[in-house]
T-cell receptor, first 111, second 116 residues
Framework: SQKIEQNSEALNIQEGKTATLTCNYT??????LQWYRQDPGRGPVFLLL?????KEKRKERLKVTFDTTLKQSLFHITASQPADSATYLC??????????FGKGTRLSVIA | KAGVTQTPRYLIKTRGQQVTLSCSPI?????VSWYQQTPGQGLQFLFE???????NKGNFPGRFSGRQFSNSRSEMNVSTLELGDSALYLC???????????????FGPGTRLTVL
């Protein structure tokens, strides 16, 4: 079965720096990857989707890349702020498979 | 537009009991998916319903079941509760099915279930 790994459980960065989170998948290449943000006690909130034929997607200070050779997606937050502190989840699916989520990376932006 | 609502928000049950959780999707959304979230396993897919039909099912025992009504509202039921069922149960709705097209999911706040 497909596995998806977010290889950092926690990441601390200084305010103003770029945060880079990694999502790796095994086996087959997913049709798309999604990134979500989750705050404590709340449900995840959708941020970005990138499809297998896309290399990069941007939304304001967020950027996602998709490298099918490395079987990896990178999620960047530029000019990070303390309000960006949250857990970020990646999820992927292919064909008729349900979404598989990674366990998340807890980002802390220190002022 | 109102978001996804889940009731109840918190629930305490004892082993062996059963529980029913409810989810109301965003108006116009026909797909409802359920997830279990625990610190150890993360977010795990339970099942997806679309137009009252179960489209996909995760790797959970038969004690976990669900259904969807004609107004797209959904319920999930867990029978014979075990301690390990303690978790945050999240419901998410989307316009179309999850398969293939990457439809954005909108999550509810979840139901926190504690089994004693």
């Amino acid at each position: 079965s497909q596995k998806i790994e977010q290889n950092s459980e926690a990441l601390n960065i200084q305010e103003g720096k770029t945060a880079t989170l990694t999502c790796n998948y095994t086996n087959y290449s997913p049709a798309y990857l999604q990134w979500y943000r989750q705050d404590p006690g709340r449900g995840p909130v959708f941020l970005l989707l990138i499809r297998e034929n896309e290399k990069e997607k941007r939304k304001e200070r967020l950027k996602v890349t998709f490298d099918t050779t490395l079987k990896q997606s990178l999620f960047h937050i530029t000019a990070s702020q303390p309000a960006d502190s949250a857990t970020y989840l990646c999820a992927q699916a292919s064909g008729n498979t349900p979404l598989v989520f990674g366990k998340g990376t807890r980002l802390s932006v220190i002022a | 537009k109102a978001g996804v609502t889940q009731t109840p928000r918190y629930l305490i049950k004892t082993r062996g009991q059963q529980v029913t959780l409810s989810c109301s999707p965003i108006s116009g959304h026909r797909s409802v998916s359920w997830y279990q979230q625990t610190p150890g396993q993360g977010l795990q897919f339970l099942f997806e319903y679309f137009s009252e039909t179960q489209r996909n099912k995760g790797n959970f025992p038969g004690r976990f079941s669900g259904r969807q009504f004609s107004n797209s509202r959904s319920e999930m039921n867990v029978s014979t509760l075990e301690l390990g069922d303690s978790a945050l149960y999240l419901c998410a709705s989307s316009l179309g099915t999850l398969a293939g097209f990457g439809n954005e999911q909108f999550f509810g706040p979840g139901t926190r279930l504690t089994v004693l």
